[in-house]
């Protein structure tokens, strides 16, 4: 319950596509993660695109051989912001700050993945708007080995297939619903797909809020 007072969880996507109307982003296109293969990275491509008229497109897509992501978007970095973007409150959780300067939004098609990986510092708190988005954990102990490649200043990479064994043994599986908020513990691995269409929203220290449909 500590999202149900949040304006956000009344979004769909017709009214975020107005919102978002004007707000450029890079997107993630490629082949659909399925939960048996990760696409590779290096197989993805990225294309700059209207965040409002992402959502438009995705509200009817149902192709599936391909996913669409757009991911950090860091809501104060818009252009404008509507005062709904303001309301992601993280309170309850002991936060100091409590509007959306710390807040990113992730909105992908069914089949959007972020590979396995561990962030560099600070925890995560995803909260789930609309859709379902699939995560699976390991933690730090876990050797899935490690790479920079491909190269972002905040995360780790494996250089394992973890969805075979033995590392699909060890990871534990959570399906986040709307509503539902994930507590991502420091250093621990995750990768996680979308189940259906996802908006979310993350908060940070890394603290994140996701919008995900699929």
Not at 76 to 97: H, Y
Not at 132 to 147: I, S, Y
Request: charged content about 15%; some cysteine; hydrophobic content about 40%.
């Amino acid at each position: 319950n500590f999202t149900k007072d949040w304006q956000p969880m009344q979004w769909n996507l017709a009214i975020l596509s107005q919102y978002l109307s004007g707000q450029n982003a890079s997107v993630k296109v490629g082949a659909p993660y399925s939960g048996d293969l990760v696409p590779k990275e290096s197989d993805c491509t990225l294309e700059q695109w209207d965040l409002g008229e992402l959502c438009t497109f995705i509200k009817s897509y149902s192709n599936g051989k391909q996913f669409y992501y757009a991911g950090y978007a860091h809501i104060m970095t818009f252009n404008t912001i509507n005062k709904t973007f303001l309301s992601f409150d993280w309170s309850w959780a002991g936060l100091s700050s409590t509007d959306a300067n710390k807040s990113t939004l992730w909105i992908g098609s069914k089949g959007s993945f972020t590979p396995c990986h561990k962030d560099s510092y600070g925890c995560n708190l995803h909260a789930q708007i609309i859709g379902r988005k699939e995560w699976l954990l390991w933690p730090p102990n876990c050797d899935l080995g490690a790479t920079r490649v491909p190269y972002e200043e905040s995360s780790t990479f494996t250089n394992v297939d973890v969805l075979q064994e033995p590392w699909i043994d060890m990871a534990v599986r959570i399906v986040v619903q709307p509503g539902q908020v994930l507590f991502i513990p420091k250093h621990w691995w995750h990768l996680a797909g979308i189940k259906k269409l996802l908006l979310a929203s993350t908060h940070g220290l890394r603290w994140s809020a996701m919008l995900l449909t699929g």
